[in-house]
């Protein structure tokens, strides 16, 4: 029995060792497979995460500010009623948890409570406006389609007028001497030279009466020469009684140049806003907006909740403001019958400067500063992006030919000239237009010997009382100048009436008479230009309309304010046709986003089990994700 007794109990105690080191081996195996899981878990919590964050941004982009895509073409979002980064953080992290939450059709439990992830924050690690990087460039261009950009530079371009040339310092001297002839001036110039002169002639006389006897049968020819020309410049005399041009002139400029070739009635007289301030892309409203949080954020911590619930009523108004899009256009057609009060307090501005002489005046147009250095060759030398620009705001912008529903009326001539009034960028314009056709006209007018005759003999009649050659031909020059510029004033009128003109002419081109000088006006001028044919848009060869001598005028201006004048349109136009509030420079087009969040461990025990005290059962993990648009 004692025998049978000890090998049960050996036996016991065999089983007993295996039991033990089994059960031992299966919890090893069994936190092998908990600890797998859990890294997946934690693993695959990274990827659900950032697929619920590029699904959130695509989400949050795609409540892109619509006014501005629609009359832009531009994608941005925000940019009104002071909505800046942080609240487009806080949207961002309720879509995320939005998206955290969503499970298949007929599932227990979101995938949410799998992975239980908790506490989750959104910071901004980057965040982009339409200044920053090449998001503006970027986007300009997906609007364009690059092979018409080229198309449309080469074609431009190749515009220049070689042919449109005089002699400059001659011309100058000319009207230099029309203007001591009007200042009266012209008796000192030439006193001593008078002097001289009647010396000179009275040797010469001397000479002469020693050798009369010997060329009789040569001043017999040159006598009846003589005749022919006094028969047909007293015929000139005639066709020359036409007034004095020069006083003529003078007074046909006082006012400036707009009412010559355009209706001063219908031309806007409204401000741009502009869309930078000197510290920065910073608007006021924000400002405001920061320090209101940072007072009500010491007072009460929940501020900022109020201000995220308020988001859904930022959009409920946004829709509002875009229902009252009609009242807004009907504002502005109240504002546009206080117009004609405005008239007489705009001529200040269209008033020329005050000038002794119309040769003064006229040398003024040809040394034209603004326009010296506009030529159509520039356009090659425009680089890609700032092509694309110029073509961007041609096909977007409004001009004084090109009428839209846009707030601003003279987009393009604003690019050019950059000045707050609007009157003030047409001007602008058309003193340029006005200089450029001067030029041209005066080289094909000047060349004409039957209106240089003319003009000598107004000449002759106007100034022929002091006896001075240079003076006389002084004043012919200017008469011809003036001709030259009533022609440009023709050529303008039909620019801004939407018509074509030859981009060099003929003298079978002229529209003006030489006997109509002393009677022209506003309204003949329109009239004239009505001769011309209406532009069918099309770039060609031997004819040039407005809209081409507007991207000649752009090209010579800097990139960059071509940039930031593009940007005080679009803000000035959406901030008085839609939203007040908007600013442009607040417009989101590319963030970064670091997201944290909490996790669970789901078998906490597990470090129990090896002795470890867990002083936290959960842990952080981040994830970044970017996105802009285009």
Known sequence: MKILNLMNKKKLTAQGSITVFMTFIFMIILSLI????????????????????????????????????????????????????????QEFREIVKKNLCVKPENALLTYTDIYKIKNITVKTEKSQGFKDGDNWDRQIKACLVSDTVDEIADKIKNKHSEDGTYDEKEVYKKLDDADSYETGKYKEKYADKNEKGSEEKQGKTEIENSDKDGNKSEKNDKTEAKKDKADEKRNDMEDADIGNPLEMFKELVQNGYLSLVCDISEVSNENIEKALVEDGYVSEEKKVKENVLSESSKKNKAGKNVLLEGSETNKVRKNVLLKGGGENKARKNVLSEDREKKISKSKKHEKTEDYESAGSFLK????????????????????????????YAEKKLTSYAKSSASAVDYGMEYLICGKENERDNLTGVINRLISMRMLINFAIISKDEVIKAKALA?????????????????????????????????????????????????????????????????????????????????????????????????????????KSRLF?????????????????????????????????????????????????????RQVSVSYRYG
């Not at 250095?373 to 073509?391: R, Y």
């Open 458 to 562: 107004t000449a002759t009649a106007i100034a022929g009382i002091t006896g001075i050659e240079p003076v006389i031909k002084g004043v012919q020059y200017a008469i011809i100048a003036i001709l030259a510029f009533e022609e440009s004033c023709i050529d303008t009128a039909a620019l801004l009436d939407g018509k074509k003109i030859p981009l060099l002419k003929n003298t079978t081109d002229i529209k003006i008479k030489y006997e109509e000088i002393c009677t022209v006006s506003g309204s003949f001028f329109r009239e004239k230009a009505r001769q011309y044919q209406e532009s069918d848009g099309k770039i060609t060869a031997n004819f040039i309309d407005y809209r081409e001598y507007l991207f000649a005028f752009l090209a010579v201006v800097p990139e960059e304010k071509i």
């Open 364 to 391: 003024n147009i040809f040394s034209n500063t603004d326009m010296q250095d506009t030529d159509f060759k520039a356009i090659g030398s425009c680089g890609t992006n700032k092509l694309s620009e110029m073509i």
């Open 34 to 89: 908990l600890d797998i899981f859990e890294n997946t878990r934690i693993i695959s919590s990274t990827g659900y995460m950032k697929n619920a964050s590029l699904s959130a941004e695509k989400t949050l982009f795609g409540d892109y500010n619509l006014e501005l895509y629609k009359e832009y073409g531009l994608f941005g979002y925000g940019g009104y009623n002071g909505i800046d980064y942080d609240d487009m953080c």
């Open 568 to 620: 005080d349109i679009i803000q000035h136009d959406l901030r008085t046709r839609y939203n007040e509030s908007f600013r442009i420079h607040d417009c989101i087009v590319a963030a970064d986003y670091n997201i944290t969040y909490s996790m669970k461990f789901a078998f906490p025990f597990l470090w129990n089990m090896y002795g470890k005290d867990l002083k936290y059962k959960k842990f952080r």
